[in-house]
């Protein structure tokens, strides 16, 4: 007798339960390292449980960030490199709580893909799970999702969510007035910003990602583009504990300098701002030289160096930047606040160095 013929399965759709089930299994002890106060929770829960009372705040406001890679995931995707992209996940998030004085808490991710490779996966999320440590957040869990025809084989893409807390008086920013001063923290490089210019440079030079970085001979380009985004939190929640003068900080991320400082500056404030006073990393030079991309375009798309911008009141500011270097960063004095009720919120003067 003729055997009925199998029915469909998932597996036959292009999605395999199997698959998602070993990545569990081999994401779960990155999980673990990422345990905090208030969170010490296993993965495979319908959603993640964090106890703020046991994180030890007072009177607590919470504040939420969300945000991608951007098209360097294509970058990961096709130079096979995949370790670093989930670090810039995680600090494209945090780096949005932290100025607003946040501690972040907890960290959720979103995994896409055209076919679920576990390997591939796990090491995402393992580049998710160092990011969380680096932040002193835990990965409360997360989703991974196997689409097939809607993303292509092999592609995947990011999303993250981190949560925060920050007590009711310590809530950032705190009112920017005239005279105030600003000072650039380094950034990596490009961080996740402007990747689909710095796509179209390499491609129209023609160059591979095997290819030796034209800036960073000891290394591939694609390794070197690669290098992940700035974690800022722990060195930034340590400064302001120790000094009271911070009054505001700006993550410079897309839009750069003109978009991003204006953000945290109240109504009538603004900031003049010394191009020539901070040192400008190889990569930029590259680029700009390359593509032959104006001054103007490059301040307005990458962090050109500076990552974070923090504003200190104009009478502690020498306090500000002793704190800032004792907690290990290398602040420069970039500009000022300035009476802005006409005109042009940001200044830009003297030259970039590019």
């Given at each position: 007798?003729?055997?009925?013929?199998r029915g469909l399965s998932y597996s036959d759709a292009g999605?395999?339960?199997?698959?998602?089930?070993?990545?569990?299994?081999?994401?779960?002890?990155?999980?673990?390292?990422?345990?905090?106060?208030?969170?010490?929770?296993?993965?495979?829960?319908?959603?993640?449980?964090?106890?703020?009372?046991?994180?030890?705040?007072?009177?607590?406001?919470?504040?939420?960030?969300?945000?991608?890679?951007?098209?360097?995931?294509?970058?990961?995707?096709?130079?096979?490199?995949?370790?670093?992209?989930?670090?810039?996940?995680?600090?494209?998030?945090?780096?949005?709580?932290?100025?607003?004085?946040?501690?972040?808490?907890?960290?959720?991710?979103?995994?896409?893909?055209?076919?679920?490779?576990?390997?591939?996966?796990?090491?995402?999320?393992?580049?998710?799970?160092?990011?969380?440590?680096?932040?002193?957040?835990?990965?409360?869990?997360?989703?991974?999702?196997?689409?097939?025809?809607?993303?292509?084989?092999?592609?995947?893409?990011?999303?993250?969510?981190?949560?925060?807390?920050?007590?009711?008086?310590?809530?950032?920013?705190?009112?920017?007035?005239?005279?105030?001063?600003?000072?650039?923290?380094?950034?990596?490089?490009?961080?996740?910003?402007?990747?689909?210019?710095?796509?179209?440079?390499?491609?129209?030079?023609?160059?591979?990602?095997?290819?030796?970085?034209?800036?960073?001979?000891?290394?591939?380009?694609?390794?070197?583009?690669?290098?992940?985004?700035?974690?800022?939190?722990?060195?930034?929640?340590?400064?302001?504990?120790?000094?009271?003068?911070?009054?505001?900080?700006?993550?410079?991320?897309?839009?750069?300098?003109?978009?991003?400082?204006?953000?945290?500056?109240?109504?009538?404030?603004?900031?003049?701002?010394?191009?020539?006073?901070?040192?400008?990393?190889?990569?930029?030079?590259?680029?700009?030289?390359?593509?032959?991309?104006?001054?103007?375009?490059?301040?307005?798309?990458?962090?050109?160096?500076?990552?974070?911008?923090?504003?200190?009141?104009?009478?502690?500011?020498?306090?500000?930047?002793?704190?800032?270097?004792?907690?290990?960063?290398?602040?420069v004095r970039i500009g000022q606040a300035i009476d802005a009720?006409?005109?042009?919120?940001?200044?830009?003067?003297?030259?970039?160095?590019?």
């Amino acid at each position: 007798m003729q055997e009925k013929a199998r029915g469909l399965s998932y597996s036959d759709a292009g999605v395999d339960i199997d698959a998602g089930n070993r990545l569990v299994d081999m994401i779960r002890p990155f999980v673990r390292a990422t345990r905090r106060a208030g969170a010490d929770g296993e993965i495979g829960g319908f959603g993640g449980v964090f106890d703020l009372k046991a994180a030890g705040f007072s009177d607590p406001l919470l504040v939420a960030a969300n945000d991608g890679v951007g098209t360097k995931v294509k970058i990961a995707i096709e130079s096979g490199l995949h370790g670093t992209v989930g670090v810039d996940l995680v600090a494209m998030c945090v780096n949005d709580l932290i100025v607003q004085g946040a501690e972040p808490l907890f960290f959720l991710d979103y995994y896409a893909t055209g076919k679920l490779d576990p390997k591939v996966a796990a090491a995402v999320v393992k580049g998710v799970s160092d990011g969380c440590v680096q932040a002193g957040c835990a990965l409360l869990g997360g989703e991974t999702a196997e689409m097939p025809g809607l993303y292509a084989r092999n592609d995947f893409d990011l999303a993250g969510f981190a949560v925060g807390a920050v007590d009711r008086r310590a809530l950032l920013p705190r009112p920017v007035l005239p005279g105030d001063v600003a000072f650039g923290l380094p950034s990596s490089g490009l961080h996740s910003n402007g990747f689909s210019l710095v796509r179209k440079v390499v491609k129209d030079m023609g160059l591979s990602w095997n290819a030796t970085a034209p800036y960073a001979p000891e290394m591939t380009l694609a390794r070197a583009l690669l290098e992940p985004t700035r974690i800022y939190v722990k060195p930034l929640l340590a400064a302001l504990k120790r000094t009271p003068h911070i009054r505001a900080m700006a993550h410079i991320t897309g839009g750069g300098f003109p978009e991003n400082l204006p953000r945290v500056l109240p109504k009538g404030v603004g900031v003049a701002l010394d191009l020539s006073t901070f040192a400008v990393p190889r990569v930029f030079k590259w680029l700009a030289k390359t593509g032959e991309i104006e001054a103007s375009e490059m301040l307005r798309t990458f962090n050109c160096g500076v990552g974070m911008v923090v504003f200190a009141s104009r009478e502690g500011a020498d306090e500000a930047e002793k704190v800032l270097r004792d907690v290990g960063e290398h602040p420069v004095r970039i500009g000022q606040a300035i009476d802005a009720s006409e005109g042009e919120r940001v200044l830009m003067q003297g030259a970039l160095g590019l």
